[in-house]
């Protein structure tokens, strides 16, 4: 046999191991999730003026750190959205808070990749009014769920600037490890490039996660001041 067809039968063979599943891989549609007087719906153009609002409240876009869109900007930001979908690599969602019925914010998977049944949420803010309550836990818990227990995803991945400190806490806050950092890894909306903080959280690590979630819900709900169905109360 030639040095060529040697090199052959070792590529066939390489991508038949690649191919070789031993079930289903996983396979994200659009769907709604709801608990706790918050439900995810699947991103539409039609959120536009509704994800400006729940921007604007607090003017989310000047954090320079922050892939939050801009008024002028979120037409791009929901297409790219739209067009991950289509290509099966994201899951957008618009965040609605029931009791008032208004948008307050966005998340999705994104980098999905089914091979090995992985997804990542990201592309996360919620309006300034509804951070530091019970919006993002719920909003986790729903994600994460839906991830280990409906998907049967492997790992779900979370990442986010070096320099956006706060998230890098609400992250570690759920009960997602700390992988590393991949440094100059991404651009960000001005055209610098910043180191990516990554995280994640294993399929067998998930039902501690999922009760600590859930003790998270339980104490906002008995001391911290915040409905889980209503607005957040003035301080």
């Known amino acids: 046999m030639t ?6 039968n070792l590529a066939v063979n390489r991508f038949r191991f690649l191919d070789t599943r031993p079930g289903p891989m996983i396979h994200p549609v659009p769907v709604v999730l709801e608990s706790n007087g ?12 509704e994800l400006i609002a729940a921007a604007t409240d607090g003017r989310l876009w000047e954090l320079w750190f922050t ?18 979908l289509e290509a099966g690599n994201m899951l957008p969602w618009v965040v609605r808070e029931l ?7 966005t998340t999705r998977y994104h980098d999905i990749v089914a091979t090995i049944d992985r997804v990542e949420i990201g592309y996360t803010f919620y309006a300034k ?9 719920t909003c986790k818990l729903l994600l994460l769920t839906h991830a280990f227990e409906q998907l049967h995803c492997k790992v779900v991945g979370l990442r986010t600037d070096n320099f956006n400190f706060a998230s890098q806490r609400a992250i570690e806050a759920l009960g997602a490890k700390r992988d590393g950092v991949l440094r100059h890894h991404q651009a960000r909306k001005d055209g610098t490039v910043r180191d990516s903080v990554m995280y994640s959280i ?14 998270r819900l339980t104490r906002h709900q008995n001391g911290s001041g ?4 209503g607005p957040p109360k003035k301080q």
């Open 3 to 8: 040095s060529a067809a040697v090199a052959g």
């Open 38 to 49: 918050i439900r995810l719906e699947p991103l539409t153009e039609g959120h536009h003026d």
């Open 67 to 84: 892939a939050v869109p801009t008024p002028e900007t979120a037409r791009d930001f929901i297409r790219y959205a739209l067009k991950g």
């Open 99 to 105: 009791s008032g019925g208004r948008i307050i914010g």
């Open 129 to 137: 009014s509804w951070q530091r309550t019970h919006v993002n836990t």
């Open 202 to 215: 294993l399929e067998h690590e998930w039902p501690d996660v999922k009760r600590h979630l859930g003790a």
């Open 226 to 229: 915040t409905s889980l169905s």
